[in-house]
């Protein structure tokens, strides 16, 4: 399952947003080879559908670190973001958690996994940072970058 926000400043490949496309759709572009299904759920700050992509029962969450920004405080979005993984802690997801970060927040996001797993102990070993290198001019259309993604979801989803 890949959840991401439709704000065109959350999409990180220009022409992308310029065609009103969103990352899951260059993310799904991305490893449509690898033959897994699968379902976007665009967010927001309102978002509401956790038990509905609870129900669907997910082996993993392509989830952008930035999935609920809204035209509002990014704290109100990490509270949103803690709130959906809670709520996801005793499925059996797992969850790639990507962002752009700034190379100088860099070290505070990779720190992430070690956050979330020591709030939500129930996610130990089922939570990887992706960091999408470029800063703002990143792109799931970049071939290293599709590269890594692709590794990193058959790591996870021990595909071959």
């Known amino acids: 399952m890949l959840i991401d926000s439709t704000l065109p400043k959350l999409v990180y490949d220009d022409?992308?947003?310029?065609q009103g496309r969103t990352n899951a759709d260059d993310i799904t572009d991305a490893i449509d080879d690898l033959r897994i299904q699968i379902t976007k759920e665009t967010?927001?700050?309102a978002w509401y559908r956790e038990e509905q992509v609870l129900?669907?029962?997910p082996d993993l969450?392509?989830?952008h670190l930035s999935a609920f920004y809204d035209q509002t405080n990014p704290r109100d979005s990490d509270r949103k973001l803690?709130?959906?993984?809670?709520?996801m802690a005793n499925?059996?997801?797992k969850?790639?958690?990507y962002s752009r970060a700034a190379d100088e927040d860099r070290e505070d996001v990779e720190g992430l996994?070690?956050?979330v797993e020591s709030k939500i102990p129930q996610l130990q070993k089922r939570v990887w940072y992706l960091p999408i290198p470029g800063g703002q001019k990143a792109s799931f259309r970049d071939k290293n970058t599709k590269r890594e993604l692709k590794l990193l979801v058959k790591q996870v989803l021990q595909l071959s």
């Open 15 to 18: 022409q992308s947003q310029t």
């Open 43 to 45: 967010t927001s700050l």
């Open 55 to 57: 129900k669907l029962d």
């Open 61 to 63: 969450i392509v989830i």
């Open 82 to 87: 803690d709130g959906f993984l809670r709520y």
């Open 91 to 93: 499925s059996r997801a």
């Open 95 to 97: 969850f790639i958690i």
């Open 113 to 115: 996994v070690n956050f």
